[in-house]
């Protein structure tokens, strides 16, 4: 059994860090957060010691490690986007390896420095990439690597939407702003530019069309691959016939013109992405500078407007 503490437990995504340390039959001692409503905690871990000011956590696992033989193996990390790297190198400083939700950071050259600091602590980050867990993205990486290998040519034309409808308090909170969040395309599309280049190589030119507070889109051309992308969190793009069924989100990845079914079969890639750290396969620094590379460069680029190659949602917003 391994030791967990968890920074950030009150987000979205904490409760199925919460799930997989408890289903990889690990014990979470101590949880962070500045909001202390966390009833979730009770089906998971009511023994863990809670903390809403940083400094208390901060003595508290230093006093716990110095107790005995006490010792917290794992930090897990999913506090706010920006916080990222601080609390990583928090982690890696008390000894303990760091599991962090996408972005890892915001910048490239934030990866650069961890690196350093694993070097000197010997400790290990571990970026959560589940997509490239998902059986049906698995299935698409092994199929288009045979084909590369028969013809390492080849380039594959590309449509990725993803809209995820997020109401009036989105903009309020800490991940409408740029500066905290990274801005959509870090928040929300992170994970799928990770999963294009992890199959299709890397980012040769990033073109962006749109880039406004709730919607970024543009063009990549990738080693074996061009990709017009679409993200968004308005749902009024959302395409007439999802809306007509009562559903906020839609996600579509056409490869060649076929799409690609992976709607279901997230449930469970927390962990099985805790799984793999814990047998040592996880994925680290390395794996994410692709990623992280290519939405600094869309913060960092003016939109062109509909110019070129762009997705075909481009005219739901730009007429």
């Known amino acids: 059994m391994k030791n967990f503490a968890l920074i950030g437990a009150a ?6 860090h919460m799930k997989a340390i408890k289903e990889t039959g690990n014990n979470l001692v101590a949880a962070l957060d500045p909001y202390d409503g966390i009833g979730i905690m009770d089906s998971n871990f009511p023994e863990a010691s809670f903390f809403t000011e940083f400094e208390r956590f901060d003595r508290f696992v230093d006093k716990w490690r110095r107790d005995g033989n006490n ?8 506090s706010p986007n920006y916080l990222h790297d601080s609390h990583i ?20 050259h934030n990866i650069d420095q961890l690196k350093i600091i694993e070097q000197e602590t010997g400790r290990k980050v571990y970026n959560i990439l589940q997509l490239r867990l998902h059986d049906s993205i698995v299935a698409l990486k092994e199929k288009v690597s045979k084909e590369l290998v028969e013809n390492p040519d080849k380039v594959y034309n590309i449509d990725l939407t993803y809209l995820t409808s997020r109401g009036k308090w989105y903009f309020t909170s800490w991940k409408g702003n740029q500066e905290k969040s990274g801005g959509i395309a870090s928040n929300i599309g992170v994970h799928f530019y990770d999963m294009l280049c992890w199959i299709f190589g890397d980012v040769e ?3 962006v069309h749109i880039k406004t507070p709730d919607t970024n889109a543009g063009y990549f051309k990738l080693k074996n691959a061009t990709v017009r992308w679409f993200l968004s969190v308005n749902y009024e793009y959302l395409p007439e016939d999802v809306k007509a069924k009562g559903i906020r ?5 056409t490869v060649d013109g076929d799409e690609i079914e992976f709607s279901g079969g997230f449930t469970d890639l927390h962990t099985r992405s805790y799984e793999e750290i814990l047998k040592g396969n996880g994925f680290g620094l390395d794996e994410a500078y692709g990623s992280i590379r290519t939405v600094s460069a869309i913060r960092n680029s003016e939109p062109i407007g509909m110019k070129g190659d762009y997705h075909s949602f481009c005219k739901k917003v730009l007429v």
Do not use: H, Q, W
């Open 11 to 16: 987000g979205y995504i904490a409760p199925r």
């Open 71 to 78: 010792k917290i193996d794992y930090m897990a990390i999913t």
């Open 89 to 108: 190198r928090f982690a890696l400083k008390s000894g303990a390896d760091a599991i962090c939700e996408k972005p890892l950071v915001l910048n490239p």
């Open 205 to 207: 030119e990033n073109i």
């Open 249 to 253: 989100t839609y996600r579509s990845i």
